[in-house]
């Protein structure tokens, strides 16, 4: 092997980290490395990650093996433990050069291993110019990091601190060149992305920074959200959804539950009420929106009541886009020192929130047949709607923008007939 393997876990903001980890750790002169991007939102996340860890040192005896991420971040220790392993940085370590120079030699101590700092102590998010996301027709553009929140079964602030965004200027110069690389569609992320703003000069917020982008990136053609708090939208944001066809008509809501006393015990700042509320509006502001949500199953304390609740709240907003999270006790937060569910009836209680999901996913595709719709081609055979479904269409190079309508769906995917005269402009390289 020669060169940088990464192998990334988790959310886009990590995608994202792990071009700018690419980038820093070839400036370093790193050479003959597997970078493992941890992601630790689940205890399942984290086995995997270590299992990946096993893998790539069989297959790369003589490579360096450096983990990255939020797991390594809030539990660097048992990373270090690992012998495949050489060295563990921080997620403020992976992203500079230094955290790739003068890497420890083989057969160092667990202790020497490891460059992680105080996540917390971190106060800005220093602006990441990429150029590509490798082997994706759209780009991801970190806008914010870390949380300021502190929800009651998550781990994530402890793996990337508070909250911090990055100027504006720097996201619109960011955008400009990945849009002048070919990029027809952007997302921006972050790990709370709706605080956008909050610690700059005259406090911008998220929809502040879309419409700039927008105004400011005048070829960019579609503009994508990562996940928000419904609760945390900003007026600014819901004019671009209800005005704006570059603003893509999908949002994906950190919604976690549908019943009040566990949204509570959540430390959720939202009610059941607004977030039926908030899909009402947006539904009224973009017909033809797609809704998608996070929900957990079997937090603890929750009742057979109380999940009929979770489930009732795909229909009471509409939703057509499930993430299902089976409840996951991580070390250090609060819900994981509450009595615990057992895992059987987690396990049932999450399938029956899937199954749910599917019917109304299905319900979905179905509403979209015989539409027009705009696709954006991801890979040969296979794109996105605006509003983010995907489409089986044999026609249109990755990165391209295809007209064309629906002509059913296989329930998973839906199928589309490319419209006549379509263009097939080049992509990204
Ligand atoms: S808002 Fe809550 S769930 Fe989201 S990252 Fe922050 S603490 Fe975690």
Redesign the pocket.
């Known amino acids: 092997m020669s060169g940088i393997d990464i192998i990334t876990f988790g959310c886009r903001l990590n995608t994202y980290e792990s071009e700018v980890m690419r980038r820093q750790a070839e400036s370093a002169g790193l050479n003959n490395a597997v970078l493992v991007n941890t992601c630790a939102v689940t205890g399942e996340a984290v086995r995997q990650a270590k299992q990946a860890i096993r893998r790539a040192r069989r297959e790369n005896p003589g490579a360096r093996l450096i983990v990255t991420g939020c797991a390594a971040q809030t539990d660097a220790a048992s990373f270090a433990a690992m012998d495949e392993v050489d060295a563990v940085l921080g997620n403020e370590e992976k992203l500079k050069a230094a955290g790739y120079r003068n890497l420890p030699d083989f057969g160092v101590s667990a202790e020497e291993k490891i460059r992680v700092n105080d996540i917390m102590s971190v106060r800005n998010t220093a602006p990441q110019m990429v150029d590509a996301i490798e082997g994706r027709a759209r780009a991801f553009v970190q806008v914010q990091n870390g949380?300021d929140?502190?929800?009651t079964f998550?781990i994530?602030?402890f793996g990337r601190g508070n909250s911090r965004s990055v100027p504006m200027g720097a996201v619109v110069d960011q955008v400009s060149r990945l849009v002048g690389n070919g990029y027809r569609e952007v997302v921006i992320t972050g790990?709370?992305a709706t605080s956008y703003g909050a610690d700059l000069p005259g406090r911008p917020t998220l929809g502040k920074l879309a419409s700039t982008i927008l105004a400011n990136v005048p070829d960019l053609e579609r503009l994508r959200l990562s996940s928000i708090?419904s609760i945390e939208a900003d007026d600014h944001l819901l004019e671009l959804i209800a005005d704006e066809q570059r603003f893509m008509p999908y949002l994906h809501l950190?919604l976690q539950h549908g019943d009040d006393m566990i949204l509570k015990r959540m430390k959720r700042r939202h009610s059941r009420t607004d977030a039926v509320e908030f899909c009402r509006t947006v539904r009224e502001l973009r017909p033809g929106i797609a809704l998608g949500a996070d929900l957990i199953a079997g937090f603890p304390t929750e009742t057979e009541e109380m999940f009929d609740n979770a489930l009732s709240l795909i229909d009471a907003c509409s939703l057509s886009f499930l993430h299902v999270f089976p409840f996951s006790p991580r070390d250090g937060t609060p819900a994981a020192r509450m009595p615990q569910h057992d895992r059987g009836l987690i396990k049932t209680r999450a399938a029956k929130l899937r199954q749910q999901g599917e019917r109304a996913y299905r319900q979905h595709l179905q509403s979209m047949a015989q539409s027009d719709q705009k696709i954006l081609i991801e890979r040969p055979g296979l794109g996105r709607t605006e509003n983010f479904t995907p489409v089986r269409i044999d026609s249109g190079d990755p990165g391209t923008i295809i007209p064309a309508t629906i002509s059913g769906h296989d329930g998973g995917k839906l199928t589309a007939v490319a419209r006549s005269g379509h263009s097939t402009k080049q992509a990204a390289a």
Request: a negative charge; glycine letters at 0%; one cysteine or more.
């Open positions: 949380c929140h502190r929800c998550c994530i602030p790990v709370d708090d950190s």
